[in-house]
């Protein structure tokens, strides 16, 4: 089990931006995918961007233009970038370590505890 530490999120004004940030310090993440999910109040978790080991990206559809997932090996963290934030961005925002270089379908790694972003309007 990877455990995992988000921080970065916070209360900022609708338009702003954060850069949410998920590391781990017992285990090596930069041969996992990671990703970012979110759980809005009374909603499922949503998948918000991965990245594989090699730094390939990935955005659902909904999520393209808003998010921007990176990682620094060296610093063993990976980022969620993101702008222009609206009040139906407010959600608690997870990082998920994958146990394999890329994202395989079905396989649910292991998540952090959350960070809790919220919009104002």
């Known amino acids: 089990q990877v455990q995992l530490v988000e921080s970065g999120g916070g209360l900022v004004q609708a338009g702003g931006s954060l850069r949410l940030s998920c590391t781990s310090s017992?285990?090596?993440?930069?041969?996992?995918?990671m990703a970012w999910y979110r759980q809005a109040p009374g909603k499922q978790r949503e998948l918000v961007a991965t990245i594989t080991s090699g730094g390939l990206t990935y955005y659902p559809t909904s999520m393209r233009g808003q998010f921007t997932i990176s990682r620094d090996n060296a610093m063993n963290t990976v980022y969620l970038q993101i702008h222009s934030l609206k009040p139906e961005d407010t959600a608690v925002y997870y990082c998920n370590a994958s146990p394999f270089p890329t994202i395989v379908r079905g396989v649910v790694g292991s998540w952090g505890q959350g960070t809790q972003v919220t919009v104002s309007s």
């Open positions: 017992g285990s090596i993440l930069s041969d996992r995918a």
